[in-house]
């Protein structure tokens, strides 16, 4: 009695400190059962989707894409329920809110204001539609997460924590490929910290960062090893030319490359304003399709590597406006229908149940169909009402807005205009510079600009993204004398009244930060 009574307060008091977060994680959570009990099952991004699946149950790399979430779904294939697999990935969904919040509270940002970084992860409608597919987002962004929270807990790495940050970030890229740049940007950023702590003598924060390094390429080795074994090549895919030669084809003109000659059969053609979007294009693009063993085969994916590179060597500001472009599309209100309807059609609930082909094959041995029923032993697609009206509802209207997406990479960058009294008691509006780590920030931005830079923008791409830009405009909300090294560390800095507390308690509703009085206790 007198344990469980223990418990009861103790659970108690952690509610009574964080009930903003508590109330926004409700929220959430009860978004997510609705797209549940409206969708039975899992909802379907063509082609991606099916090839993931059958991926998993006849496992082997794919040419187009890695397969890193096959195994994810291997692992789960003999509860034979992609209710389960959605459901997980509603958790992750989640889960993510609560390392971000965490963080947050640790660096001593105020419980308003981390709830705040939280909301786009926890009620966007869009991450919630996406968390029920099957697809990859939610799993890589959570892996990504995971390891960033590790990497940031504590001022100092130690080696067997950075060792496991760096597994987790290495599967994620196995996972998305899309994540690449994050296995020199972790392992980097470590290091950066052990100079910043210690200058050159810090032996500890070096090693930290060899290990890092170390973890986050073992499991994309391992998977290049595996890919080899099936395709000769020691590569993640067979499809980075493929998808460049896209990303090029919003601007290449070959009367300005003057490709060589071997070049000139994979021109794309008619004018950059007459050809449909990247993300489109290539899906339709003859010359590409029409190529003697397909644009995957090594000898293609080489051609169209080698065209691309050259329409950016020939026309740089072409590809730099074509970057800057999709960048822009993320920010701009209303949506547009890119890269077209059909893609964005599957961003969205329907109330119709979804058609999974029954008579093509994406990976050899079984058709989409029949992979799905034999996966998941029921009917691969559902709709029940009235919870799918709810959630298709809900999901037009409540989302992370254009312009609400740019200022929450702004606040992340810089800081956030406060309201302060000058000496004579006037009213005024002060900038405060952000504090705590830019890392957030940094991965926020990579993760948005790469896929941009090497294929296409695309609003499912955005989603990965928003966790991170929260998290960094978050932290523009720590206080400054909070920030040592630029890394937070509340539990060593707190002060003796509040560290008694824990971490987690420190927030309570009697812990009033308010500007000077906070500073004045750190």
């Not at 940050?165 to 740049?181: C, F, K, Q, T, W």
């Not at 997406?405 to 205009?417: E, M, Q």
Request: aromatic share 10%; net charge positive.
């Amino acid at each position: 009695m007198r344990i469980g009574g223990a418990l009861a307060a103790r659970a108690r008091a952690l509610i009574a400190g964080h009930q903003l977060f508590i109330a926004a994680l409700a929220a959430g959570a009860a978004a997510r059962l609705l797209a549940m009990l409206g969708y039975p099952g899992a909802l379907w991004f063509a082609g991606d989707s099916y090839v993931y699946l059958g991926a998993a149950l006849r496992l082997r790399p794919d040419l187009s894409k890695t397969t890193g979430y096959s195994l994810f779904l291997r692992a789960l294939e003999p509860l034979h329920s992609l209710t389960l697999v959605a459901g997980l990935q509603h958790l992750m969904g989640l889960g993510i809110a609560v390392m971000i919040y965490l963080l947050l509270r640790r660096a001593g940002v105020p419980p308003r204001w981390a709830t705040a970084a939280t909301l786009p992860v926890l009620l966007d409608g869009f991450e919630i539609e996406d968390e029920h597919m099957v697809m990859a987002e939610a799993l890589f962004t959570f892996l990504v997460m995971a390891a960033l929270l590790l990497m940031l807990w504590r001022r100092q790495v130690s080696w067997p924590v950075a060792l496991l940050a760096g597994l987790l970030a290495g599967y994620a890229v196995d996972v998305r490929s899309e994540g690449l740049p994050v296995l020199v940007l972790f392992p980097v950023a470590v290091a950066l910290r052990g100079w910043r702590a210690g200058g050159w003598r810090n032996w500890r924060g070096y090693l930290a960062a060899a290990v890092m390094a170390v973890g986050c390429a073992a499991p994309v080795l391992g998977y290049a090893a595996w890919f080899h074994s099936w395709t000769g090549s020691y590569a993640l895919t067979r499809s980075d030319g493929f998808y460049l030669w896209g990303r090029v084809s919003s601007f290449a003109e070959c009367s300005v490359i003057k490709p060589p000659a071997a070049e000139l059969k994979v021109c794309p053609a008619g004018s950059p304003s007459s050809r449909t979007p990247p993300g489109n294009y290539i899906w339709h693009a003859p010359q590409v399709h029409h190529l003697p063993g397909g644009p995957v085969s090594v000898a293609n994916d080489r051609l169209l590597r080698d065209f691309a590179l050259h329409a950016v060597e020939a026309q740089p500001l072409g590809y730099l406006h074509a970057v800057l472009d999709g960048v822009a599309l993320s920010v701009e209100w209303p949506r547009r229908a890119y890269p077209g309807s059909g893609t964005v059609s599957y961003y969205y609930f329907h109330l119709k149940p979804q058609t999974v082909p029954a008579n093509h094959s994406w990976i050899p041995g079984g058709t989409a169909y029949a992979d799905a029923a034999r996966y998941g032993r029921a009917v691969p697609s559902r709709v029940v009402e009235p919870f799918a009206v709810l959630i298709a509802g809900y999901e037009r209207v409540v989302y992370t807005y254009g312009p609400l997406f740019g200022l929450i990479l702004v606040t992340g960058l810089g800081g956030v205009l406060r309201i302060s009294r000058s000496r004579r008691g006037v009213p005024r509006l002060a900038w405060v510079p952000r504090t705590g780590s830019m890392l957030p920030w940094v991965t926020a931005i990579v993760l948005l600009v790469f896929p941009i830079a090497v294929a296409d923008f695309d609003y499912r791409y955005l989603l990965p993204v928003l966790p991170f830009a929260g998290l960094a405009a978050g932290l523009a909300f720590a206080p400054a004398a909070a920030a040592i090294g630029g890394e937070p560390d509340t539990a060593a800095q707190a002060p003796q009244a509040v560290r008694r507390k824990g971490a987690l308690q420190a927030t309570g509703p009697g812990d009033r930060y308010r500007g000077d009085e906070r500073r004045a206790d750190l």
